[in-house]
């Protein structure tokens, strides 16, 4: 399916890095985020508007029947990894400057937005809260999936 440039509330997507082309996974052995490039359930996520341009994103994997969003490590701080929560986290997702189909990540309260470590291809490599640096690094596409079945 195509990257597409407009989010819809209640699609299902794969959310690539543009760096890295590495995509956001939920781990089921101890619910941290990484990059990876294999294709598996544990990457699809639910993007839903729950208005003032906030969005949740809750992965298709359910552990022990919770739903489970993308959120972070203890608070939100610089540096802070993203992980699943089983707390509603909310997200303001922005399409970047450079117009076309990428997409920063945003903290509602705040300048952090989620960041590839060092634009790092290496499965594992952590995804962070980190500072708006304008880079690839931090830009993600947004690719629409069929519903999961």
Not at 32 to 38: F, K, Q
Request: hydrophobic share 35%; glycine share 8%.
């Amino acid at each position: 399916m195509p990257v597409t440039p407009t989010l819809v509330s209640g699609g299902y997507y794969k959310i690539v890095n543009v760096a890295a082309a590495t995509i956001i996974t939920l781990s089921t052995t101890d619910m941290r985020i990484l990059p990876t490039v294999y294709d598996h359930y544990c990457l699809q996520w639910l993007a839903e508007e729950v208005g003032n341009d906030s969005w949740t994103l809750r992965s298709v994997y359910q552990g022990e029947g919770k739903a489970i969003y993308l959120g972070y490590d203890g608070s939100a701080t610089l540096h802070s990894r993203l992980a699943g929560s089983t707390d509603l986290r909310t997200w303001n997702i922005a399409q970047t400057d450079r117009g076309g189909a990428e997409y920063r990540i945003w903290l509602p309260a705040g300048e952090l937005v989620a960041d590839l470590s060092y634009s790092s291809q290496v499965e594992g490599t952590t995804i962070e809260l980190y500072g708006s640096t304008d880079t690839t690094n931090q830009f993600w596409l947004f690719e629409r999936i069929p519903v999961p079945s």
